[in-house]
């Protein structure tokens, strides 16, 4: 597990910051999401992968939340969405998880 750090997009240009490749498990401080959240890229390379964001929250019961994964296909592109409700109330960090990381490398930016 390693913790990541997004980008913020600017008027004048960003240069990506390319995470190649990520763990099966990475996580994203509260501090680096913007006021909506993050978008994460995700780039495979001849790898089909599956991207989960974990949910933090729980049922009344305390089973966690169900969490519908991503298919990235085997080479491509792939945007996804990580809310600030994906932040863990216990931990402040999102967590991510890949299938395999093999050809695979991501870009975050703060939405």
Excluded: K
Excluded at 37 to 42: A, L, P
Excluded at 62 to 75: E, F, L
Excluded at 76 to 102: C, D, E, N, Q
Aim: charged share 5%; aromatic share 4%.
């Amino acid at each position: 597990m390693a913790l990541r750090t997004a980008q913020s997009v600017v008027t004048t240009g960003t240069t990506p910051a390319v995470i190649s490749p990520p763990t099966t498990s990475d996580t994203i401080a509260q501090g680096d999401f913007g006021p909506y959240g993050i978008h994460m890229r995700v780039t495979t390379t001849g790898t089909l992968t599956n991207v989960s964001v974990a949910d933090p929250n729980v049922t009344a019961q305390g089973n966690p939340g169900t969490v519908t994964a991503v298919a990235c296909p085997a080479t491509g592109v792939r945007v996804i969405f990580i809310p600030l409700s994906a932040v863990s109330a216990a931990t402040g960090v999102a967590t991510v998880a890949f299938t395999s990381v093999t050809g695979v490398s991501v870009e975050l930016y703060r939405a």
